[in-house]
């Protein structure tokens, strides 16, 4: 990587991380809000709230998808976690749940800025070997802040309260803004483009270029959902672990996801990308089945380390993807779509779950979770084929062929 290259991706390992850790504080303080009666009195409360944020950040993802182009990354992305940052200082000031779920959106809509911005960014960056690596950088960043997220939140809300790490993460979110921007000096908000980039956005030959990845799509969001709503939840009331105790197991899940991310370009080199998805769905199927009906603590953490390395494999092989087969002028609506799909999964089924918690218990989520799973692992072993060869091993900028 020459220095560019380098700052580029420094800087957006930083937006990423700062912005999914601050997505990631608020759910894990939901046990604390439920348990109380405060703000959230019903499982479904959190399924709802979710349902909405996310529904907004479709609205925001198609959006920054087709108008958004090169010479806007850098400052989109300061914007990002300037918006984000600020939601999760005013958040602590909601008095019930109505405002609570206003100021989430808040945070949905600031976030909604990383995933097609940040991703195409590398996209148009790196070429070959190192787009596979760098996906894989950016990605583990991100899961390196849900750890943090994880770890820090859950002590900080059992120690001081729900609001302290709600300002911790906020202001953090914000100084990322500002380094975010120092580091990323010199890059050129222009960037050194494909001229295609300027031609008009094709949703339509978006929709065709992607459509064999948009179930894969929708389990990545569901499983991402399902685990930040309901994982919380699921340890501290079921397995009756405390507050501290819960963020370190889940920090098994997103601690393996991160070494899933790092492993990934080698991974690849073996199995190929689609590859990569067909294992992480069909390992994600069985984990979670198996984590709902776990009851002893130390086995449950196993089982999502187990699944979080399934499923964080699948994100930079679903990513390298969909920057491979869309086009050059579509590609931030190429990840803008991705995006979508992933939280019309993570919207619809975690709001379905919350109530399905209510009536059956909080087990049920991952159960829901497994069956899903399974039937897209079966879908996408059928469709195997359907890839060219050429799509495991393409640069980025060289779009490649799906078969009708």
Known sequence: MNSKEKKILGSVCVFHLFNDASVVALPTIYPILYTQGFLIRRYADIGTMILIGLVVSIFFHFFVGHWAKGRHYRL???LDDLVVGLFLLLTPLAKDYSMLVLLYVGVRIGSSIYHPVGISWVTHTFRGKNFDRAMGI??????IGVLAAFLGTG???????WTNPLYMWGVLCIAAALAGLVISRGTGDDGDFDA????????RETFHDQRFLILPGLLSGLSWGITLAYGPSLLNHKLHASMSLTGAVLGCWIGAGIAASLMYGRVVSRIGRYGAIILG?????????????????????VLLAFFGWSLFLTFPALLTLVGSVAKPKN?????SLNANVQILGNAAFTFIAGFMSDAWGINTPFLLLGAVA?????YA???RGRFAPPADAAACGSPVEIEP
Do not use: H, K
Not at 286 to 293: G, R, Y
């Open 76 to 78: 989109l992305l300061v």
């Open 138 to 143: 950016q990605s583990a960043f991100g899961d």
């Open 155 to 161: 002590y900080l809300a059992q120690s001081f309260g």
């Open 196 to 203: 295609r980039e300027e031609e008009p956005v094709s949703w």
């Open 281 to 301: 769905c069909a390992l994600t199927a069985v984990s979670t089945c198996i984590i709902a009906f776990t009851t002893n603590i130390v086995l449950m953490a």
């Open 331 to 335: 590609r931030t609506a190429a990840f």
């Open 374 to 378: 399974f039937i897209i692992a079966v």
């Open 381 to 383: 072993i059928a469709l």
